[in-house]
């Protein structure tokens, strides 16, 4: 009898997205951003899911950049960034306006996506906005 093991455990998973988080996190801070919050999460209600965050950050003029951090092996199937479709953006949105009811005043903002691929790394700026 054959059992087939698992190519990836969710433990190997996780320590992929922390280690490609921390990738994405290096590279902003070298680009001039400040970081605001990491792995911001609010819940949708008492058994749903509601939507989290990678890393908030503030760009030198103020604005408030909510990145999504996409990690992937090679850029087959798209790559990284093609991995954020309309769920996961509504997601995102839905903890972004959560967290701007924190601020008193509402900073401009919009959503990155910091894409990597292998050993490349992609910062895609306002990929997409919240309307």
């Given at each position: 009898?054959?059992?087939?093991?698992?190519?990836?455990?969710?433990?190997?998973?996780?320590?992929?997205?922390?280690?490609?988080?921390?990738?994405?996190?290096?590279?902003?801070?070298?680009?001039?951003?400040?970081?605001?919050?990491?792995?911001?999460?609010?819940?949708?209600?008492?058994?749903?899911?509601?939507?989290?965050?990678?890393?908030?950050?503030?760009?030198?003029?103020?604005?408030?950049?909510?990145?999504?951090?996409?990690?992937?092996?090679?850029?087959?199937?798209?790559?990284?960034?093609?991995?954020?479709?309309?769920?996961?953006?509504?997601?995102?949105i839905l903890a972004a306006q959560h967290?701007?009811?924190?601020?008193?005043?509402?900073?401009?903002?919009?959503?990155?996506?910091?894409a990597i691929d292998g050993e490349r790394i992609?910062?895609?700026?306002?990929?997409?906005?919240?309307?």
């Amino acid at each position: 009898m054959v059992t087939k093991v698992p190519t990836t455990t969710k433990a190997a998973t996780k320590e992929s997205g922390d280690a490609g988080e921390a990738r994405a996190l290096a590279h902003l801070l070298a680009q001039g951003l400040t970081l605001v919050q990491r792995n911001y999460r609010v819940a949708r209600g008492p058994n749903a899911r509601g939507g989290e965050i990678d890393l908030i950050l503030r760009e030198r003029d103020g604005t408030l950049v909510f990145a999504e951090v996409r990690s992937r092996r090679s850029n087959t199937h798209g790559g990284a960034a093609a991995s954020v479709g309309a769920s996961k953006r509504r997601s995102l949105i839905l903890a972004a306006q959560h967290f701007l009811r924190t601020q008193r005043t509402v900073p401009p903002c919009r959503f990155d996506v910091i894409a990597i691929d292998g050993e490349r790394i992609e910062w895609l700026k306002a990929a997409f906005d919240a309307s």
